[in-house]
């Protein structure tokens, strides 16, 4: 079992910047990767970024590449997700996961989550 907590949410202008930070516990950080997801009211859960277990791979979505980096601290058990540019259709409720394999897409391959943190952009 993997506990995730997200943290760093919140309402910045269009073209701020913002960093996500989700914190893990339980069973070994270094075994999962890592993804970051976003749901906006009314659509479906949609994939962000992806790091692998050893962070040495990255994956992002068309919609974000160039603005969003994924990154992991494994002294500190932590991902994040450094969001430039922001923009108003960035806005969504933020998740983290954690997967048993490297450079999933799809929200049915992650087998934690965490709660969740809102970011708003307003224009």
């Known amino acids: 079992q993997v506990q995730l907590v997200e943290s760093g949410g919140g309402l910045v202008q269009a073209g701020g910047s913002l960093r996500l930070s989700c914190a893990a516990s339980g069973r070994t950080f270094s075994n999962y990767a890592m993804g970051w997801f976003r749901q906006a009211p009314g659509k479906e859960r949609e994939f962000v970024a992806a790091?692998?277990?050893?962070?040495?791979?990255?994956y992002y979505a068309g919609s974000v590449k160039g603005r969003f980096t994924i990154s992991r601290d494994a002294a500190k058990n932590t991902v994040y997700l450094q969001m430039n540019s922001l923009e108003p259709e960035d806005t969504a409720v933020y998740y983290c996961?954690?997967?048993?394999?490297?450079?999933?897409?799809?929200?049915?391959?992650?087998?934690?989550w965490g709660q969740g943190t809102q970011v708003t952009v307003s224009s």
């Open positions: 996961a954690a997967a048993y394999t490297s450079g999933s897409r799809h929200y049915t391959e992650y087998a934690y």
């Open positions: 790091i692998s277990s050893s962070g040495g791979t990255t």
